[in-house]
């Protein structure tokens, strides 16, 4: 019953989406908009003017013609039709406010590489075809607000974003998702939180804090991944997460969390604080450091090939420097520690962009990522050009090589002997 109650909201959820996606299009034209307007003043089934009152007391705070006073909100300053029912008030939207929208993103590599898994080498395919409704909790003279975020994916990508941290069958970790060896559907974020400017509460299945590199494809310069995000960090978690704005410059987090990559699941007692801060050091250099301590509830084999276990008192930590040296250069060093108990990972990234003209920009990231005592090593170089402001074209060449050369580890089940080039390029549209 629980799987048939996934598929099915799945399913309403993306007409949802479908819908006001439509929507959205349609009611962008303001022509038609008028013209809309006009075939309902033309006609006799106009309900707000048709039924109860009109919306607005006159301009000397008279009630209209057949309405009366002190009927609504309690304070008199309301009017109500005869029946004493109120109708002026402003109407409640759930889905008020809502940005939507989303992107494709078509890729090709040469061979593989972390995060894009074995059925991408070779060929294009659809990575991810990505949905997002977002209502922002937006607060308004320190006022609590509420607001929702909700993403859903389909295409190459979906196996790495789902749940895949949960017992089997739970939530999107369900053979319903999948759509065949090459594709995936999966929902990396479900979530609702309340803000008052100053601090935002949100609870639900969202994004990790924890790295530089992120999950969605606009988020990132490269089309392939560092080793360190995709095997030293938690991609989503279930769980609460409070944000608070100590002053412009800094932000602190605290939140606890079911483990790692679980959807509203706890696999193996995955209990986990998350924390820390992200402040401007000054106007061109930001700080972010990101811990989590406790039960992660992994049981997958990590990249050594030892075997799954239930790790207690694991701890994790990410530090991000941002350096924006002028407007043409950035730089940026990216560093994480993973202790488990089972396994051990080190690793650190260094990227250097150079803004080449409005529309085309230059990158380079380097990354020695250490497991279990052997080093791998990769060297990026790449391309963003946008030819249009909703496409980007990611070419890059990125090299990878390991003293260990093990087979059983490091670039996706091994490397061509001990040293392996790769050629990758995506496209992404967004809309």
């Known amino acids: ?157 979906g196996a790495n974003t789902n749940a895949f941290g949960n017992n089997p069958g739970q939530f999107d970790l369900d053979p319903g998702f999948n759509a065949g060896a090459r594709a995936d559907w999966a929902i990396p974020q479900l979530y609702a939180e309340i803000s008052n400017g100053d601090w935002t509460i949100k609870g639900g299945h969202f994004y990790t804090l924890h790295g530089y590199e992120v999950v969605q494809a606009t988020g990132n310069f490269f089309f392939t991944h560092a080793y360190t995000m995709n095997y030293g960090e938690a991609f989503t978690h279930t769980g609460v997460l409070v944000t608070h704005n100590l002053n412009d410059d800094t932000q602190i987090y605290a939140g606890w969390t079911a483990g790692f990559d679980t959807g509203f699941d706890q696999r193996n007692g995955g209990s986990n604080f998350m924390g820390g801060y992200s402040t401007a050091l000054t106007d061109d250099i930001t700080l972010t450091q990101i811990i989590s301590a406790g039960n992660f509830g992994l049981n997958f084999a990590p990249p050594s090939g030892l075997g799954p276990g239930n790790q207690r008192g694991s701890f994790t930590m ?95 089940l091994g490397l061509v002997d001990q040293s392996q080039g790769t050629f990758a390029m995506d496209f992404v549209v967004t809309f």
């Open 1 to 157: 019953m629980r799987k048939w109650n996934w598929l099915k909201g799945l399913r309403c959820l993306a007409g949802i989406g479908a819908t006001m996606l439509i929507s959205g299009v349609a009611v962008a034209d303001d022509a038609a908009n008028a013209a809309a307007e006009q075939v309902f003043k033309q006609t006799s089934y106009n309900l707000m003017e048709e039924v109860g009152c009109t919306p607005k007391c006159g301009a000397d705070g008279a009630c209209a013609p057949g309405c009366q006073s002190d009927g609504c909100n309690g304070g008199g300053d309301g009017c109500a039709d005869m029946f004493g029912l109120c109708c002026n008030q402003d109407e409640f939207k759930l889905f008020d406010g809502v940005d939507v929208g989303g992107w494709a993103q078509v890729g090709y590599s040469s061979a593989p590489t972390a995060f894009n898994n074995g059925p991408q080498t070779g060929t294009f395919l659809l990575n991810q075809g990505w949905l997002y409704l977002d209502k922002a909790a937006e607060s308004e003279n320190g006022e609590w607000a509420w607001g929702y975020h909700a993403d859903f994916i389909y295409g190459a990508d």
């Open 318 to 412: 990410s530090t991000v420097v941002d350096y924006q040296i002028n407007d043409k250069w950035n730089y940026v060093f990216h560093s994480d520690v993973l202790r488990t108990g089972i396994f051990d990972t080190f690793g650190i990234n260094q990227y250097l962009f150079y803004q080449v003209s409005d529309c085309v920009k230059a990158g380079t990231r380097m990354e020695w990522w250490k497991a279990d005592g052997a080093s791998y090593n990769a060297w990026t170089v790449g391309l963003n050009i946008k030819p249009h402001a909703n496409v980007t074209i990611r070419p890059e060449y990125r090299y990878d090589w390991s003293p260990a050369g093990n087979t059983n580890r490091g670039i996706q």
